[in-house]
Nanobody
Framework: QVQLVESGGALVQAGGSLRLSCAAS????????MGWYRQAPGKQRELVAI???????NYLDFVKGRFTISRDNAKNLVYLQMNSLKPEDTAVYYCHAIQGPLRFWGQGTQVTVSS
């Protein structure tokens, strides 16, 4: 089991930046992959970015070049650096962990981008 707690969500103007953090309750060194999902009102939850235990990353096309995912295994933290934010990025952002067949979710953090 691992508990995930997100932080860093806020109200920001379009063009601005935010960094989301996900704190894990135990070592993430052995976790297969960590990721960020988001869910906007009335829409399905979608994968934004994912990073493997080896550091390989993948991104939703819409955020490529603007968002960067990273992990700090020593601090049990995963980050999502978001630059050039757009109103369409407004959503609740969730941290996600995959270990074998197990899936873990955080409670989410709200990001609101005003135009």
């Amino acid at each position: 089991q691992v508990q995930l707690v997100e932080s860093g969500g806020a109200l920001v103007q379009a063009g601005g930046s935010l960094r989301l953090s996900c704190a894990a309750s135990r070592s993430i060194f052995s976790i297969d992959a960590m990721g960020w999902y988001r869910q906007a009102p009335g829409k399905q939850r979608e994968l934004v970015a994912i990073i493997s235990s080896g550091g390989t990353t993948n991104y939703l096309d819409f955020v490529k070049g603007r968002f960067t995912i990273s992990r700090d295994n020593a601090k049990n933290l995963v980050y999502l650096q978001m630059n050039s934010l757009k109103p369409e990025d407004t959503a609740v952002y969730y941290c996600h962990a995959i270990q074998g067949p197990l899936r873990f979710w955080g409670q989410g953090t709200q990001v609101t981008v005003s135009s």
